[in-house]
């Protein structure tokens, strides 16, 4: 879990960063001090030294993706031969009939889902 002054930091470089102002030491001081949150001074430092170097907007856009961990399990092995495109349409149409026949089911009984 992040601790206050971590936090503190973090909402402050998302503010400048939401109102187009570069991440500097001084102007993440200000808006720490200005929100009354008392904070260790190298945080500030730190967060602006490791923020310099990159672009937040993506960092934000790309918060969920992890990194390289190989190749995907559907990934056919080297020298396997590739299946055909029809597969995805065989899978498309059994289900649309599944839902066909749930949507069949519920008008059996009576009632439906605003009744």
Do not use: R
């Not at 992040?2 to 470089?13: G, H, N, P, R």
């Not at 923020?51 to 080297?78: E, H, K, T, Y």
Request: aromatic residues 6%.
């Amino acid at each position: 879990m992040a601790s206050v002054s971590e936090l503190a930091c973090i909402y402050s470089a998302l503010i400048l960063h939401d109102d187009e102002v570069t991440v500097t030491e001084d102007k993440l001081n200000a808006l720490i001090k200005a929100a009354g949150v008392v904070v260790e001074p190298f945080w500030p430092s730190l967060f602006a030294k490791a923020l310099s170097s990159v672009d937040i907007g993506s960092l934000i856009c790309n918060v969920g993706s992890g990194g390289g961990g190989g190749a995907p399990a559907g990934a056919p092995a080297a020298g396997a031969p590739v299946a055909s495109s029809d597969a995805p349409a065989k899978e498309e149409e059994k289900k649309e009939e599944k839902k066909d026949e749930s949507e069949e089911s519920d008008d059996d009984m009576g009632f439906g889902l605003f009744d």
